[in-house]
C-alpha cells in the first residue's frame, strides 16, 4: 500500500518569537486560511540560517505558493483574494 504524502501548506508565515507584527500576520493569515479550508505553516527566522538570511529584515513575510506575498503586514482582503484564484 502506498501513502501519499500530504501537499505542502499553501501558505507560509516567516518571523520570529516575540515580533508583534508577526503574531499579527500569523493571526490574519489563521483567519482567511481557515475560511477557505487551506493550511498554513510558521517558521521563525531563529530555526533556519538560509530563511534569517533572506528575510531577518522583512519579517513578517507571508509565502504563498512558495514565492513572497507579503512583508510587514497582511491584508487580509488581498490574501483571500490571492488564494480564491489559484486554487488547485
Known amino acids: 500500500m502506498t501513502h501519499?504524502?500530504?501537499?505542502p501548506p499553501r501558505v507560509t508565515v516567516i518571523g520570529k518569537p516575540g515580533c508583534h507584527l508577526c503574531e499579527e500576520a500569523e493571526l490574519v493569515v489563521a483567519r482567511v486560511c481557515a475560511e477557505?479550508?487551506?493550511e498554513y505553516e510558521s517558521l521563525s527566522i531563529f530555526d533556519d540560517p538560509l530563511l534569517a538570511g533572506r528575510y531577518a529584515e522583512e519579517i513578517p513575510v507571508v509565502l504563498v505558493d512558495g514565492r513572497q506575498f507579503s512583508f510587514f503586514r497582511v491584508d487580509a482582503e488581498r490574501l483571500r483574494s490571492?488564494?480564491?484564484d489559484n486554487r488547485t
Request: hydrophobic residues 50%.
Open 4 to 7: 501519499l504524502a500530504a501537499p
Open 82 to 84: 490571492r488564494l480564491s
Open 36 to 38: 477557505l479550508g487551506e
